[in-house]
């Protein structure tokens, strides 16, 4: 039965009938003894996480929670919500949204920082070759809606400069992210504010994340909106609500 009980493998769970261990940890030992951040870490990576770096990656978890329904996810998974489907396919359909365009910049500023952290060069050269290859956008500064600030960003990075002087992270990564923010201001000629994707990405990235599971981690933090709204969008009712008015049109220009 080898090439049976081999079909899978995994380090994440033990579990036969009146025993369940995550982790290498009794699941009864789990409950009520560590948080859902410090779960997530230990669920993911395998590893401890210690009570003021949890918190680091709670807040980062809490700021990205919702953004309205003008974000394309959580318009979508309230739409589904009036097509009649359940909560899990609304929060589906809407976890279905987030690509590189709209919720990817996380995971790609995480991949900016570890890059320029690890580069030999000025930052500027850095930036260059970034572009050269992605295009001029750089992931984690400006808002189109929150100008001048985005209200998250500050308060994240002061939570990483309070973890820092703690010892608790390096605070290189904040350094970073800020560089790059004077950088842009300068050769803008105008403030360009790190957002909501640049602030949790120096959280994960001072973490240790790599940059793929800042997206999944993202998605577990906007998966709680999605739920809030697709609830909410339940219980006002409405059917097949689209994304304008029915008394509205959209142009058409065909021949």
């Known amino acids: 039965m080898s090439d049976v009980s081999d079909w899978w493998h995994t380090a994440i769970i033990d579990m036969e009938p009146g025993r369940i261990a995550l982790r290498g940890h009794p699941v009864e030992e789990l409950i ?56 899990n396919n609304a929060m589906a359909t809407g976890i279905n949204m987030l690509g590189d ?17 690890a580069a030999a060069v000025p930052l500027s050269e850095t930036l260059d070759a970034w572009r050269a290859e992605r295009g001029t956008f750089i992931p984690g500064f400006g808002h189109r809606f929150h100008k001048p600030v985005d209200p998250r960003a500050p308060r994240l990075l002061e939570l990483v400069d309070a973890a820092a002087e703690q010892g608790q992270v390096s605070g290189r990564f904040a350094q970073i992210g800020r560089a790059i923010e004077a950088h842009l201001a ?50 006002q009712g409405g059917r097949n609500k689209g994304p304008t008015p029915p008394a509205y049109r959209w142009t058409y220009d065909g021949d």
Request: hydrophobic share 45%.
């Open 32 to 87: 009520g003894n560590r948080g859902f951040a410090e779960m997530i870490w230990l669920m993911v990576t395998g590893e401890e996480i210690d009570p003021p770096r949890a918190a680091l990656l709670e807040a980062s978890l809490v700021a990205a929670v919702d953004h309205g329904p003008q974000a394309p996810s959580i318009a979508a998974a309230r739409m589904a919500a009036t097509c009649g489907v359940g909560l």
């Open 101 to 117: 365009v709209h919720g990817g910049a996380g995971e790609q500023a995480v991949a900016l920082y570890t890059r320029i952290d």
């Open 186 to 235: 300068n050769e803008r000629g105008k403030p360009v504010p790190m957002n909501i994707d640049g602030a949790t990405a120096v959280i994960h990235a001072e973490l240790g994340c790599p940059p793929g599971l800042a997206r999944g981690l993202f998605c577990l933090s906007r998966s709680v909106g999605l739920l809030a709204h697709a609830w909410e969008q339940t219980c």
